[in-house]
């Protein structure tokens, strides 16, 4: 089986995209609502990822 | 003295009409969308599950054993283990070929463990989906 390095933002955009997905899918109830939905969640994720990332970053030093 | 307010229920549905659905839903992620014809909502839950769950294993993250300990430990690992299970056929599969990865350190096994778990999760919204669909409670 072939083995993928993933770097943490990678990864973590991964996961923020399938996420997103299903959480868009499953939520609400038009189409247009779903693809809103999940663009959100996906927005959220990301921003939760660099205000985090930064939040270390300051935080460490 | 209040008079009790009676409102009428709504009739059940039958177990046969939502069991094939969410069985299949299990078995393959997104199957109880495609069962129900909403293939487009179906095929986007399969690849979403799907790809979290391979990219789960290609970073080879561990697939948890129930193990007791702690509260602590005892909730990640019996969660760990269980929450897979719902990816259905793709663990069972892996389960079968006898994937197996010893918990190392390291970000990207992690991030498998992760997506493993995690895929097994969105699954579980799938199956809910696919059962308030057939039981009328969604479109």
């Known amino acids: 089986m072939p083995k993928i390095n993933l770097t943490h933002f990678e990864a973590a955009i991964l996961f923020a995209l399938f996420t997103s997905i299903v959480l868009g899918v499953v939520t609400k109830k038009t189409d247009r609502e779903r693809l809103q939905y999940g663009l959100y969640c996906f927005g959220c994720f990301v921003g939760t990822v660099f205000g985090l990332g930064w939040l270390m970053y300051l935080g460490h030093g | 003295m209040a008079e009790k307010v009676l409102t009428p229920k709504e009739p059940k549905t039958p177990f046969r009409v939502w069991a094939p659905v969410v069985a299949l839903a299990w078995l393959i992620p997104g199957g109880g969308h495609f069962l129900q014809k909403r293939p487009n909502r179906g095929a986007l839950l399969l690849f979403s599950v799907a790809a979290m769950f391979f990219f789960g294993l290609v970073m080879r993250g561990p697939l ?50 992760k997506f493993l778990v995690a895929a097994g999760l969105l699954n579980v919204l799938a199956i809910v989906d696919a059962y308030e669909i057939a039981t009328g409670k969604k479109d």
């Open chain 2, 64 to 113: 948890f054993q129930p193990q007791g300990g702690d509260l602590l430990t005892t909730i990640i690992y019996c969660g760990g283990y269980i929450a897979p299970i719902f990816s259905g056929a793709v663990y069972g599969l892996t389960s079968a070929f006898g994937y197996s990865q010893p918990d190392v350190a390291g970000h990207v096994h992690d991030y498998g463990t």
